[in-house]
Structures are given as structure tokens and as C-alpha cells.
């Protein structure tokens, strides 16, 4: 055997996950690993948890990362709130709808499905109906930004139907964390789940969850124990609770909690609405690029995210080419479609730190010259001044 350290390349990220991660961010991670129950630490994690309280616009006392990645929030929220033989409503509308469909199912709770096509939001009305055809369903489950497609739901009107029928909500935020307008609070949001990699400029692994007092109070009534004791929130709250002993659960990812720190500061530093704003902007400017190529974005403008840009491929070329090419040579990477979408959309992310002008002009060069020279029939050249002239 003779292998070395692992060099990774420099890449640019603009998929769907990871996103770039902020310099500062890496940096807090190289500090020095100290225990998971040391002061000094614990110190942290109290900041960890108001600031992501911030993030979230909540005042709910059990808002905390919990320690994996997106997937793992998406569990600890369903897994908290079902019981056997509960009904539960998901909305489908991409992939991540159909996740949860899974985790419901694995809670021996029973799913109801909401069907939209993919690259619509969820549809309120075909909620409501699913709420009249079921009135003893117990939550109301949806993806709030739909990074498969690129599609953002209304997530107070649907938060709103749900609590007319007595319901929890329950909303992946994964994607809209940071990146789009978010209010857990005033939309009476229950249960909410995100990820630290997409528009928090972090390093993948992290989860913060958020849980409203009516969400705590259907936790700690339950009949039966939480099926998976990892993410039992009334274990995990002995480490990571208000009033907590701080007794040991699990090795805390220290330093990955770092990481979550510093770009969480940084947020606060720049303001949660100027960083939805930054968002917007930034995809204003490679919209106006997109277009004056003649390329197009499968999601209307009214519900399509900022961060996360389905468009659309000229015909006749080989999107994976095209990708591989934009790696190889450009050290960018942009995503593939999903499912539905697979093989029809590029998805390109401006998420975090990736959402930067740099970032756009790099991506709509790269793309410029290489479908010029595919012969993809594209008005070359027309992209970066377009782009250019929305950042005056
Ligand atoms: C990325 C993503 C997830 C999964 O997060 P992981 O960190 O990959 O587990 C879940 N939902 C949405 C909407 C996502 O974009």
C-alpha cells in the first residue's frame, strides 16, 4: 500500500449540495478538538442554539443541530412526532416528498399522498381536500424549497390548513434555510428540519431542527417510546436542553460544530434578510445571463427559489458531457435532474457562499464556451454582459 494524505481538488460548487464553504468557516474547523462536555465548549453550543433560533425566527427553546446530516433532521422530526398506525399528509412535488413518504412508512405511521408535478409547488387546494378525505390525519408534512426541481411552496397558507384541522406541520427547510424567507414563528411551523451545507456556507454533516411547544407536547405524551433512541429528542435534551445537566448522549462533531458556529455568526453579521436578499439578487443576475444565452428555467418565476435554478438543456446535447467538461476543465460543478427531470434540466446552485457574483460569471463563461463550441446554437456571448449589467 502506499497511499498518501487526500488533496481534494479546488472546485466551485454550484449543484444542489454542497455549496461553497466560507474560508472562515474552515478555518474555525482546523481549531483545536476539545471535549464535548469541556465549559468552554458548552459555552458554544448555548450560542450555537440562539443564533440558529435566529436563523429560523423562533423562539422555540428546542431549536438545536442535531449531530448528521439533512437526512438525519428529516428522521428526528418524523420519528419524534408518529406513532404506529398514525396518519400522516406528504405533499410530493419532487424528490425529497417522496423521502419522507419512506420515513413515515418506516414509523409504521400511514402516509397520505399530495401528488404535484414536479416543478410546481404543492397545490393548498388538493391539501385541503386530502384533509376532508382525512380528517384524523395527525400532520401535515411538505418540502418548503424543493431542491430537485427548484419549486418553493407556500408554506404559511399550508401551515395555516393545517392547524385548521387540528394538524402539526412538519416543513424540510433544508434548502431554504438562510437562502429564502422563513418565519418558523409566525407561520406556526411545528417541526422543521434543514441542513448546515446548502445555504448556511457550511461543511456537510450538521442538521438543526426547530420544535414548537405543541409539537414538545404530542413528544412528551406519547404512548410509546421514540423508535430510534439516537434521535430521541427527550434524550438528546439532556445534552443539549435549557436547563440540561449536560449529561452525555453522544460525542458531539465538535469541530464540525465549530464550522456551524462561525457561519452562523456570519449570518448574524450579515443579516438574515440581507442574506435572502443576496440570494435574490444574485439569482436576478445569472437569470438575466440564462436568458440572454436562450436557455430557460423550467420553474415559473412567481414560486421558483433563488439558490437552487433549474434550466432547461439545448437539444441535441449531452448534458453529462457538458457537466463532466465544466469539472474537468472549469473545476466547477453544476447538477444533474432527478427523477422526473432527469437528463431534461441543469440544476445550478447559488447557495451560501456560493451565491456570489464571481461564482455567476464563472459559470455563465464556462457554459458559454462550451456549448459555442458543441454547436449548441446558443447567442454566444451574450450571457456575462447580461449578467454584468444587473450588478451595477
Ligand atoms: C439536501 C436535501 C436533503 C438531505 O440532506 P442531506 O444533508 O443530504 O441528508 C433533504 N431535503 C432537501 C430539500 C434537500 O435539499
Given at each position: 500500500m502506499n497511499i498518501t494524505s487526500f488533496n481534494p481538488p479546488v472546485r466551485t460548487l454550484m449543484g444542489p449540495g454542497p455549496s461553497d464553504v466560507h474560508p472562515r468557516v474552515t478555518g474555525a474547523m482546523a481549531r483545536p478538538c476539545i471535549g464535548h462536555l469541556d465549559p468552554a465548549f458548552v459555552g458554544m453550543m448555548d450560542e450555537v442554539k440562539t443564533m440558529l433560533q435566529y436563523a429560523f425566527q423562533t423562539k422555540n427553546q428546542l431549536t438545536i443541530p442535531v449531530s448528521a446530516p439533512g437526512s438525519a433532521g428529516m428522521e428526528a422530526t418524523f420519528q419524534n412526532l408518529l406513532e404506529h398506525g398514525d396518519k400522516a399528509i406528504v405533499c410530493q412535488n419532487g424528490v425529497f416528498g417522496g423521502r419522507m413518504k419512506e420515513v413515515v412508512e418506516r414509523c409504521g405511521a400511514i402516509a397520505v399522498m399530495v401528488e404535484d408535478d414536479w416543478g410546481k409547488p404543492v397545490d393548498p387546494q388538493k391539501v385541503e381536500e386530502a384533509f376532508k378525505a382525512n380528517p384524523d390525519a395527525k400532520l401535515l408534512a411538505f418540502v418548503h424549497a424543493e431542491t430537485s426541481t427548484g419549486a418553493r411552496s407556500d408554506a404559511q397558507t399550508l401551515s395555516k390548513i393545517a392547524h385548521d384541522n387540528d394538524a402539526l406541520v412538519l416543513i424540510d427547510a433544508v434548502t431554504s434555510l438562510g437562502g429564502s424567507e422563513l418565519k418558523v414563528d409566525e407561520w406556526e411551523i411545528d417541526a422543521i428540519y434543514s441542513g448546515?451545507?446548502?445555504?448556511?456556507?457550511c461543511t456537510p454533516g450538521i442538521s438543526p431542527v426547530s420544535f414548537s411547544q405543541r409539537a414538545i407536547d404530542v413528544i412528551t405524551s406519547r404512548k410509546t417510546k421514540v423508535q430510534s433512541w439516537f434521535l430521541d429528542t427527550n434524550l438528546v435534551m439532556g445534552y443539549w436542553g435549557p436547563n440540561a445537566k449536560r449529561a452525555y448522549h453522544h460525542t458531539a462533531p465538535v469541530n464540525s460544530l465549530y464550522a456551524l458556529h462561525e457561519s452562523l455568526v456570519m449570518l448574524q453579521d450579515e443579516g438574515l434578510e440581507n442574506s435572502w436578499a443576496r440570494h435574490t439578487n444574485n439569482h436576478l443576475a445569472l437569470r438575466a445571463g440564462i436568458e440572454a444565452m436562450g436557455l430557460s428555467f423550467i420553474v415559473d418565476e412567481e414560486y421558483r427559489l433563488p439558490q437552487l435554478n433549474s434550466v432547461t438543456i439545448p437539444d441535441g446535447i449531452d448534458e453529462a458531457a457538458v457537466r463532466s467538461i465544466l469539472l474537468n476543465e472549469f473545476n466547477l460543478e453544476i447538477g444533474a435532474g432527478l427523477g422526473a427531470l432527469a437528463g431534461k434540466v441543469w440544476r445550478i446552485g447559488l447557495m451560501g457562499h456560493s451565491s456570489r457574483a464571481e461564482n455567476i460569471l464563472l459559470c455563465l463563461g464556462a457554459l458559454d464556451v462550451v456549448l459555442t463550441d458543441m454547436g449548441a446554437g446558443i447567442n454566444s456571448g451574450a450571457a456575462l454582459p447580461a449578467a454584468q449589467a444587473t450588478m451595477k
Open positions: 448546515s451545507q446548502k445555504c448556511l456556507s
